[in-house]
C-alpha cells in the first residue's frame, strides 16, 4: 500500500467557480495549459472609410464572395462523389450567394454607410435573420444555420482565417472546445495533446471514443466551457470523475497529481497481465479484441493483449482524406492491419458514416434527424460505386490473413441481402480480374438496432457471426440520442430494455449456432463484463484497447455459472436503478481492488 500524505485523503476545497462537471468518457488526469479551439466568434469591428476607401472594400468583398464560391464548389464536387441528395443541398448555398439581399445590400450599405465589410455583412446577416424570425414556416427558419454558417465562410475569407487546424499545436496541451470534428481528431498532433474537454458529446460520441482509444484523459458535455477558459490557462481534466478545474491552487494541482499517478500505477499493474489467458475459472475462453480508427494504432495493439480487431471502423480513413480512397488505397491499408497482425482476425466494417461522423463538405448535411437517415449500410446500397471499391479493397487484402466484413446499422435482411449481392458481384470482378481473395470471408451483422433485434433470427440465416452495437442499440432502444448532453443521463446500457434485447440475440445465435461478439462501449466496460458473460455464449469482446487489461483481469476471476446466476437475477429486475445498484454491489463485493478503488482513486480515509 502506498504511504499517503494527509491532504491526498481528502478532496480539496474547490471553490464552485472552478470546477466543472461533465461526463467523464476517457480515463486519466491531464494537469496542463488550454488551448482554446474557438470557432465560434470572430471578432468584428466596426471601420468607417474614407471616401477613397470605399470600391476599393466593394472589391475585397467581391473578392471574398468569388472565394467562397469556389470553396462552395469543391465542398459540392467531393459531396458528389458520396450521395447527389447532399450536392443538392450544398446549392443553397450557391443560391444564397447571388443572392441580391446578402449580397447586393451589403455592397449598397457599404457604400452608403461607409463601414468596412466585415461589419456590414454581419449587420445584413442579422436584419435578414430577424426577417427569418418573422416567418412562419418550419422550413425556412431551418434556413437559418445554412444563411449563419455561409457568412461565418466569408468572413473568414475576409478576415484571412482560414478554418484553425490542430495540426500546429507544438507543446503538450488541453485541447477545449464546443465540439471536435472527427477531422480535427485525425489531424491534431497526438503527441502534444494531453486532455480534451468539450461542450458536446457523449461517452459514444467519437470524440469519447477516439480519446479512450489514445488513453487520452477526456470530459465532454461541460456547458459554457469556452466562455470561461482562455487559452494558456492552468487547468485539469479529469477523466475520472468527470470533472474539469481552471486555476487550480497549489493545493488542487498537488491533489490531482497524485490522482493522475494512482492511476497511472494502477493500469501498469493491470498491464501485467497481458500475456495471460482471457478465460474464465471453469475454462471458457473470451477473444479479447481491439476496436480501430486507423492502421496506425495495430502497431500498439499487443501492448494490451488483443486478440485480433473486432471493429475496424473504417469511416475515418475517409474522412481523414482529402479524396474519396479508391480500392488501391483501401486494400493497402486493409493488407497493412492484417499483416501487422499476423493471423489475428480482423473484423472491418463497411463504410458507416452518419450522425456524428460526417465527411468533410457533408458537415452540414441538413437532415432533419441524421441518426434515422442515410446512415451505416443505406449510404453504402445508395451508392454502390462507393461500397464496391470498399468491398474490393477488403477482399483483395483478405488473401493475406484472417479478414471478416461487418456490415453496419442492419435494420432487415434485405439490407444483407443487397449487400452480399453487391459482395459476389465484387469478388466475381476480382476472379475476372484472376486477383487473388478469401472465397470464404466471413459476414457479420452489426446488430444495433431493435428492428434487427427483433428479427436476429431471420438476420442469422444470411450471416456468419453478429456483432452486437450496444452504443447504437442503448440510443435507438431507448430513444435517447447519444451525443445530446441533455439526455446523456439517460443514456443507459442497464435498462431493462437493453438487458432483455440482448438476451434475445443471445439466445438466438447460441440456438443458430452462429458466433456473437459486442463491439459497443458496454463490451468494455468491467462493471458489464460479468453481466454480458452470463447472457449466453459470448464468443467475442471487442473494445478499445486500453479496457482490455482489466476485463481480462474480472473474466479471469468470474465462474460462468455465478455469472447465469446474475445475469438471471438482472432479467428479473425492472428498472435502470435496482440493476445499477444490483451490479454495482456484486462487482464491488467480489472485485474490491477494482471497483472500489476505480471510483475515484483516492485512498478511502480510514475511519478514526
Ligand atoms: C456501436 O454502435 O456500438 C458501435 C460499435 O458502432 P459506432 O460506435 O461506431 O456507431
Ligand atoms: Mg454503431
Known sequence: MLSIPSFWKKTPNLSDDNLMKGIAV????????????????????????????VEKEIERFRDAIEKTKLQMLDIKKRAEKIADKYAVILDTYTLLLDDDILVNETIENIRTHHTNAEWTLNQTLQNFLNLFDNINDDYL???????????????????????????????????????????????????????????????????????????????????????????????????????????PSDESTEYYLKKQENYRRYEERLLANIHQRAETLDGQHIHLLANIESSQEVKTLRNFGSEGVGLYRTEYLYMSANNLPGEKELYENFKAVVQEMDEKPIVIR???????????????????????????????????????????????????????????MITSVTEIIQANKLLEEAKSALKKDQIPFDNNIEIGAMIETPAATLCIDHILEHVDFVSI??????????????????????????????????????????????KVSICGEMGGDPMATMLLLGLGKLDDLSMEPHSIPKVKKIIRLIRLDEARQMADHVLNLNSVEEISRFIAKEMRTRFPDDFDRDLSFQEKVKPT
Do not use: W
Not at 491531464?30 to 472609410?49: H, M, P, V
Not at 445554412?146 to 507544438?170: M, P, Y
Not at 458535455?221 to 470561461?228: A, F, V, W
Open 26 to 53: 476517457s480515463k486519466g488526469v491531464a494537469i496542463g495549459k488550454a488551448y482554446l479551439l474557438d470557432r465560434s466568434k470572430f471578432c468584428i469591428i466596426k471601420q468607417t472609410l474614407e471616401e477613397h476607401e
Open 469 to 514: 452495437g450496444t452504443n447504437d442499440l442503448v440510443q435507438y432502444t431507448l430513444a435517447v440520442d447519444r451525443i445530446n448532453e441533455n439526455v446523456a443521463h439517460l443514456y443507459q446500457p442497464f435498462h431493462p430494455s437493453v438487458i432483455r434485447s440482448l438476451k434475445q440475440i443471445f439466445v438466438a445465435a447460441n440456438k443458430a449456432g452462429k
Open 141 to 247: 427558419k431551418g434556413k437559418k444555420d445554412d444563411l449563419d454558417l455561409l457568412v461565418h465562410a466569408i468572413l473568414r475569407n475576409l478576415i484571412g482565417h482560414s478554418q484553425e487546424t490542430l495540426s500546429d499545436i507544438q507543446e503538450p496541451v488541453i485541447i477545449v472546445t464546443h465540439s471536435l470534428s472527427p477531422s480535427d481528431t485525425l489531424t491534431m498532433p497526438r503527441n502534444f495533446i494531453k486532455g480534451l474537454a468539450t461542450e458536446t458529446g457523449g461517452k459514444t460520441s467519437h470524440v469519447g471514443i477516439f480519446a479512450a482509444a489514445l488513453g487520452i484523459p477526456a470530459v465532454t458535455g461541460i456547458k459554457n466551457l469556452t466562455s470561461q477558459i482562455n487559452s494558456g490557462d492552468n487547468i485539469v481534466v479529469d477523466g475520472i470523475d468527470g470533472e474539469v478545474i481552471s486555476h
Open 350 to 408: 463497411t463504410l458507416d458514416i452518419g450522425m456524428d461522423k460526417q465527411l468533410a463538405g457533408i458537415q452540414t448535411s441538413d437532415e432533419d434527424n441524421p441518426a434515422l437517415g442515410l446512415r451505416g449500410i443505406r449510404l453504402s446500397l445508395a451508392n454502390p460505386e462507393l461500397f464496391s471499391s470498399q468491398l474490393k479493397g477488403i477482399l483483395r487484402a483478405s488473401f493475406y490473413g484472417n479478414i471478416k466484413v461487418l456490415y453496419p
